[in-house]
């Protein structure tokens, strides 16, 4: 019996431990969407109006954002080309935009939407699926009807 009360205490710390933490995240995107409603777009400064992006922040020593993460962004920017953007920000060079956007590990990822308001964070690394689930919640990145409006997809990657 003492096994199963120490047990259900362990769960519901570690659900307390989880809500705060979403709860925190939240907080973060709600206080980033005021940030980004009084200044001018910090980082987005390249930001091409009407399509979703993927702000990421990397550094040239991180391991798991080379091996990991950059494969998952490239699988999405082959498969979405001119729909999506990819904001690169190397952390390491742009402290100002990593403590503005309180970016406290590499990688970290923020799904933009095309009116350049921050949907979700990803502390860590962040799989292709759960980056494409995330922008499919608020933007239809489905095929255009026109491929000649493709445009190349180095264009795409813009790096702050």
């Keep these: ?63 798991p954002c080379r091996t ?12 979405f080309g001119e729909r999506l953007q990819v904001i690169k920000v190397d952390a390491a060079e742009r402290v100002d935009l990593a403590d503005a956007w309180g970016v406290l590990s590499v990688p970290t990822t923020f799904i933009i939407d095309a009116h350049g308001q921050p949907r979700h964070v990803n502390n860590g690394v962040a799989s292709a699926a759960k980056l494409r689930q995330q922008l499919d919640e608020f933007a239809d990145l489905r095929a255009p009807r026109d491929a000649t409006r493709q445009v190349a997809a180095e264009k795409l990657i813009t790096q702050v």
């Design 68 to 79: 990991i993460q950059a494969p998952a962004i490239e699988e999405l920017r082959a498969q």
């Design 1 to 63: 019996m003492e096994i199963l009360i120490r047990a259900l205490i362990a769960i519901l710390i570690i659900g307390i431990g989880v809500a705060i933490y979403f709860a925190i995240t939240q907080l973060r995107l709600i206080s980033l969407r005021r940030a980004q409603k009084s200044r001018m777009n910090l980082g987005l400064e390249n930001f091409r109006a009407s399509v979703p992006a993927i702000l990421y922040f990397t550094t040239p020593d991180c391991a």
